[in-house]
Structure formats: structure tokens, C-alpha cells
């Protein structure tokens, strides 16, 4: 088991690339399967979960070419798959594995796959995936933990998703490219990651129209040919990277900042007293003195993104008055909070709302990591605590930032990774 150790209290400077996006690159790698022939992609970021995915298409029969030097792609041919099921023991590490199910549905009319079980954040349910399935024409049936969907041949259908769901309309859309006629998803996300699946997609011969909207049209076509893609910058990175430089008062460039992709949180760093500039080389980010408190409510794309709120509540623990934080896409997202409270924060939690006041300063401590996103809050908390800071169960930090102490360590920062003794 590893750790990893900090010590606070120093700005970060300097410049910062940032990986390519989990969240894209999860189900452009899912959507590979759909192709008659090999898909090529650029800019997959090094991460448990993109392990776990080439895994999983291997297991399905599919062949991953794994590159060998600078700039050679991964490539996936998926032409005769042998297997149609995603096992319990890959789904369990990682829920995104549910995106096998349109593909399979789509190319091989049958899918077997475990049902993800909760997770730390939430409930995580994918009822709306399977309704949408059914609308297609997929006979869902749910067995031992496992979900088995059959369909002869999917046809298209008006899909209203009830809540907004990232994963929901890639799967769906995925089912959709080779259905038989138009298919509507109306409520569906906007994130930048599906955008560019519905750019796979379109470039391996689909019709998908209003990618980005709330609503999406598709035609289904006979077959797709694979197509080479370059998966777009992990927005989730570069906010973290920005809050970092916020809290700590440094200044960074970040070398392939697309600050179109993380609008709302550009606004609250701003009215927290970040300065954030586009420069020649990148974008500019530079922290206050002190960052003052403001309040925010996640919300689907193009709002205040679930997956910066641990985050920002790590720089709300230090800034000057009280914020108001509400968490509304997932339920049990505050488990970092417990967290920030033995470092010394002032955080009260109240349902889906927590109030943070600040404090002059957090002290260093172990703390425990309980999430992908929470183990970043901890490590920029450690990153301005006074003292030593260990964080625990880094293994689910490794699931999402390609080599994050080592970026950090690039700025400034006192960071380094360590065994757990016993
Ligand atoms: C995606 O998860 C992301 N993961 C999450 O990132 C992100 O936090 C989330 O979207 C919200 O933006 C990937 O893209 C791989 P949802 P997803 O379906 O698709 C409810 C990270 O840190 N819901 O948009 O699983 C659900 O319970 C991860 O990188 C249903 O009720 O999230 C939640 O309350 C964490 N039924 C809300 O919708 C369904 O069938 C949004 O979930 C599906 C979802």
C-alpha cells in the first residue's frame, strides 16, 4: 500500500501539461468496439481505470496494441469478439465498465454485464440506462448481480432521461449509432466528454446531430469503420491544478489550459481572488494573498461540476468567512469533509449542504482517502497545512491523475510517494 507524504506551506510556480480526460477517454475506448475496423487513439492518459478498460476488451476478445514510444497510439480492433460479458471482478473496480453495454447491444444485439454495485460517493443506479435500452427494443433481464439484455436488432426511439447522466447518454448514444432509424435523447448531458464521443462516433461513420445540447439526434447507419482520435484535456486535472495555485498563492501556466471547458468553476476562482489569464503559452493562474469565501451548487455541464467540489471546499477550509457549499448530482459526496475537520477545518454538514468556515490555518495530519476526488482535496489541504500531511488509500487517486505528485513536485511543492509500513 502507498501514501503520500507533503509538507505545506510552499506556492506552487512553473508549468503544468495536463493529461488526457478519464471521462473521454473511458468511453472512446468503449466505442472502439463498435468498428469493423481498428480504432487508433492519442493522448490516453496513464491511469488504473484506462488499465482496467483494455483488460476488459481483452477479455471480451478484442486486441489492444499498447504503445511502445513517444507518440505511438493505442490501437483497439474489436472486429469478432468471443465473449459479450463484463465480469463482476472488472466491474466492481470500475462502474464505467457499463458502457460495454450499448456497444454489445448496438454490433452483437446482446450484452451480459454485472451490475455495478454503490459506490463511496452514491447510490449510482443505471436504471435509466436499461429504460432506454428497453425503448430501443433490448429485453432486460436482471439475474445474479448480472444484467443480461438481448435485443434482435435495436430500433431507434424518444429517449427522456429523468436526471441528467454523462455515462447514460454515451451508453445510449453508443446503442443508437447502429439502430434501425432516428433516435431523440432529450435531457441529455452536455459534458465535453460527450461531445467528443459523438466526434468518434461521427468521424467512424455515425449521424449524431447537437452533441453538447440537451438533446441529441441520431440516425442509425448499417456499420462503422474505426477512425484515429485524440482524446481532448481532463478538464477535472486542470481544475484541480487551478484551485491548487488559488490556495497556495502561487502562479502557474498551464501549458494546454482550454478554459472553455470549465467556465463555472473559471467564475468562482475568480470571486475568490484568482487572477486567470490566457498568455501565449498557455493559461495563467494566479492565487490572492488570501482567497475570500463564496458559496456554489454543483449542477450538470455547463454549471459547477460535481467533480470539483471536494476540491474547492479544500480552499474554502482556508478562506477569509463562510461558504456555502451544496451538493446536488450525488449523494454521499462529502466524505472528505471528516477528513479536512482533523486537519483542523470548520465544516458542518447539513444533508445535501455543507457549511464551511474558514480558519487561519490547518494543521498537518494522516488522513484517509475515500474517493478519486476527495484524495485530491486532501492532497491540495496538505499542500498549505502547517506541518507533515500523509494521505491513505491512494489507490483510488492513481484511478484519475496520471502522476499527480510528480506534477506537483514539478511546481514546488514538498510531495513525494511512500509505502505504507504495515
Ligand atoms: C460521470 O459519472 C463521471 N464518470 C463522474 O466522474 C461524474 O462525477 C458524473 O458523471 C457527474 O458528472 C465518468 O464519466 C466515467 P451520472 P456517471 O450518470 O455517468 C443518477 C470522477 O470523479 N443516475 O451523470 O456515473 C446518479 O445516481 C467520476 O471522475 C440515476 O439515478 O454519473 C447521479 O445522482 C465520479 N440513474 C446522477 O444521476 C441512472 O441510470 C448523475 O449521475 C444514471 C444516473
Redesign the pocket.
Known amino acids: 500500500m502507498q501514501k503520500i507524504v507533503m509538507e505545506g506551506g510552499h506556492p506552487l510556480s512553473g508549468e503544468v501539461t495536463i493529461s488526457g480526460a ?2 473521454s477517454a ?2 472512446l475506448l468503449f466505442g472502439a468496439l463498435l468498428g469493423e475496423t481498428a480504432c487508433h487513439f492519442h493522448n490516453i492518459p496513464k491511469l488504473r481505470d484506462i488499465n482496467t478498460t483494455l483488460a476488459l476488451l481483452e477479455s471480451l476478445g478484442a486486441t489492444v496494441e499498447r504503445p511502445t514510444k513517444k507518440n505511438q497510439p493505442y490501437t483497439i480492433e474489436a472486429q469478432r469478439l468471443k465473449h459479450l460479458e463484463a465480469p463482476y471482478d472488472l466491474v466492481k473496480t470500475m ?2 465498465s457499463v458502457l460495454v453495454m450499448g456497444p454489445l447491444l448496438a454490433k452483437y444485439g446482446k450484452a451480459r454485464v454485472s451490475l455495478p454495485g454503490g459506490c463511496a ?10 429504460k432506454a435500452f428497453e425503448q430501443m427494443g433490448a429485453k432486460i433481464h436482471i439475474e445474479g448481480g448480472y444484467v443480461e439484455a438481448e435485443a434482435k436488432k435495436l430500433h431507434g426511439a424518444r429517449v427522456h432521461f429523468d ?6 447518454t ?1 451508453n445510449v448514444m453508443m446503442a443508437a449509432v447502429l439502430a434501425k432509424g432516428e433516435t431523440i435523447l432529450e435531457n441529455a ?1 452536455r ?1 465535453p ?1 460527450v461531445i467528443d464521443l459523438a466526434n468518434l462516433l461521427n468521424k467512424m461513420g455515425a449521424h449524431i446531430v447537437g452533441a453538447g445540447t440537451d438533446t441529441l439526434t441520431i440516425q442509425g447507419v448499417e456499420s462503422l469503420n474505426g477512425a484515429t482520435h485524440t482524446v481532448i484535456p481532463d478538464r ?1 486535472e486542470m481544475g484541480t491544478f487551478m484551485i491548487a495555485a488559488a490556495m497556495t498563492g502561487g502562479s502557474i501556466l498551464i501549458r494546454n489550459g482550454e478554459l472553455s471547458l470549465l467556465e463555472a468553476l473559471r467564475v468562482k476562482l475568480e470571486e475568490v481572488g484568482a487572477k486567470i489569464k490566457i498568455e501565449e503559452k498557455g493559461l495563467r493562474v494566479e492565487g490572492p494573498k488570501h482567497v475570500q469565501a463564496t458559496d456554489l451548487t454543483t449542477a ?2 455547463p454549471g459547477f ?3 470539483f467540489q471536494a476540491q474547492f471546499m479544500a480552499m474554502m477550509t482556508i478562506a477569509h468567512g463562510s461558504s456555502v457549499i451544496v451538493e446536488t ?3 454521499n459526496r462529502f466524505m472528505h469533509a471528516q477528513e479536512l475537520v482533523r486537519m483542523g477545518a470548520d465544516i458542518k454538514i447539513e444533508g445535501k449542504t455543507a457549511i464551511v468556515k474558514g480558519v487561519k490555518k490547518l494543521s498537518g495530519a494522516p488522513v484517509m482517502a475515500s ?3 476527495a484524495s485530491a482535496a486532501l492532497i491540495l489541504a496538505g499542500l498549505v497545512a502547517d506541518g507533515l500531511t500523509e494521505v491513505h488509500r491512494i489507490y483510488h487517486l492513481d484511478r ?1 491523475y496520471e502522476e499527480i505528485e510528480k506534477k506537483f513536485r514539478k511546481l514546488g511543492a514538498r510531495i513525494k510517494r511512500a509505502q505504507v509500513k504495515y
Do not use: C, M, Q, S
Request: proline share 8%; net charge negative; no cysteine.
Open positions: 478519464k471521462n473511458l468511453p462502474r464505467a460517493i452514491g447510490a449510482r443506479p443505471i436504471n435509466l440506462h436499461l436526471t441528467v447522466t454523462v455515462t447514460g454515451e448531458a459534458e466528454e477535472i450538470p455541464f461540476a460535481t467533480d448530482i450525488f449523494e474517493d478519486l476526488r484519475g
